[in-house]
């Protein structure tokens, strides 16, 4: 076990000295400028989804919208084919907000695969402030923290900045709550000291591999009512999310409701039956 883990440790130093994600990832430049970006925010806040607003309410939860609006406006709004759309930090927090109530937990343990600009995790840790409990959340991607880059958004006309400078604004809740680890989730998984994950978020590599790599991670450390959100759950787009999640319900105690918002963009919304 603990050559394994040496193992592990290793193939995550030589996966940073190696990163390609230093190299300017979403490209040497800025790709819009200021207005456009403002532009797309603008459509972007003016979209409305019933059937998210519904089901907040049957959670009893709901993200305030300029604060969450604010928060896309910087980690969401990209130069993209596809639709626009963030309403996965009003399910998370809603979620998340509902399970510790339900659940009735004092500290939550939540695992992320997939931080991208960090907008998801600073949703949920928008909920445990929320719930006023402790707890913490570990994310995982190979995007740096710490190196300055252009990420593809607004900040990114004033030149290049590293993921902390972009969340400079939230700069408390991220040192009250979030660890950001740098990797991938395959070598990370197994280094990490957690007994127990009451709550996860998966969406990193979307191979049908590298879902149920995760799952088994995770399997082995939940219990009753724990929750796994898998993002991108859309059949046209990423069929082998599909196949990893419908098996993992079908051969697995957890069930599973899906939340479509558009033809692009679909959530599994699984929770654990029994221990």
Avoid at 28 to 35: F, N, T
């Amino acid at each position: 076990m603990i050559l394994k883990i040496l193992k592990k440790l290793k193939n995550t130093l030589l996966f940073k000295n190696n990163n390609p994600y230093y190299n300017n990832p979403f490209g040497q430049k800025p790709l819009a400028s200021r207005d456009e970006y403002f532009k797309i925010w603008q459509d972007a806040k003016k979209k409305d989804y019933p059937l998210i607003k519904q089901y907040e309410n049957n959670l009893g939860y709901r993200l305030d919208k300029a604060w969450v609006d604010d928060l896309a406006f910087i980690t969401q709004i990209v130069i993209k084919k596809s639709d626009i759309c963030y309403e996965h930090g009003k399910i998370l927090f809603s979620i998340l907000c509902n399970m510790i109530e339900k659940n009735k937990l004092d500290v939550v343990n939540i695992l992320e695969t997939g931080t991208a600009r960090g907008f998801s995790a600073i949703c949920m840790a928008r909920a445990l402030d929320k719930m006023n409990i402790g707890g913490t959340i570990r994310t995982i991607d190979p995007l740096p923290h710490n190196k300055k880059m252009y990420w593809n958004c607004i900040s990114d006309i004033d030149g290049k900045h590293t993921r902390k400078e972009l969340l400079r604004n939230y700069s408390d809740l991220i040192a009250a709550r979030i660890k950001f680890i740098e990797g991938n989730a395959e070598n990370i998984l197994q280094t990490l000291n957690i007994n127990r994950v009451h709550f996860a978020f998966l969406d990193a590599m979307h191979s049908y591999e590298e879902v149920m790599l995760e799952f088994n991670y995770l399997f082995n450390r939940q219990k009753k009512g724990d929750m796994i959100i898998f993002d991108d759950y859309t059949k046209s787009l990423y069929p082998e999310v599909i196949k990893a999640v419908d098996e993992i319900c079908e051969n697995y105690p957890y069930h599973k409701k899906v939340i479509l918002v558009s033809n692009q963009r679909g959530y599994a919304i699984t929770t654990r039956k029994k221990d």
